[in-house]
């Protein structure tokens, strides 16, 4: 009969040493896990740093092309109408010039 109590608790014992390594066991891949995601997360992180840096730099690049094509869009324009502007101030000073003449032409006829 002792020696089927002390077999009883050797196998307690056993079983006892087999659940503490297997939850040692179990906190050592729950650390593994738990470093895994970290790990992971921590690549997310920065590669969606760097898609929105990305986003952002192609953003600007579009708003200065886009900038530019409508400052030389404007600076047709003003040429456009400055030229424009020119004939018209030049038949303007032409007709003035006329007036003027006429109006000398006619005082000398006097």
Known sequence: ????IEEVFQAEDKVNA???RAR???TEIRRAAEKEASEMVSVAKQQAQEATQTII???KKE???LRRERL???EDEAATTRQRNAEETDRLVEA???VIVSTEYEKDTH
Do not use: G
């Not at 009969?1 to 089927?4: S, T, W």
């Open 57 to 59: 730099d192609e953003a």
């Open 18 to 20: 087999i659940l503490k």
């Open 72 to 74: 030389k869009q404007a």
């Open 24 to 26: 040692e066991r179990a």
């Open 96 to 98: 003035v010039c006329n």
């Open 1 to 4: 009969m002792k020696r089927i």
């Open 63 to 65: 708003a200065e092309r």
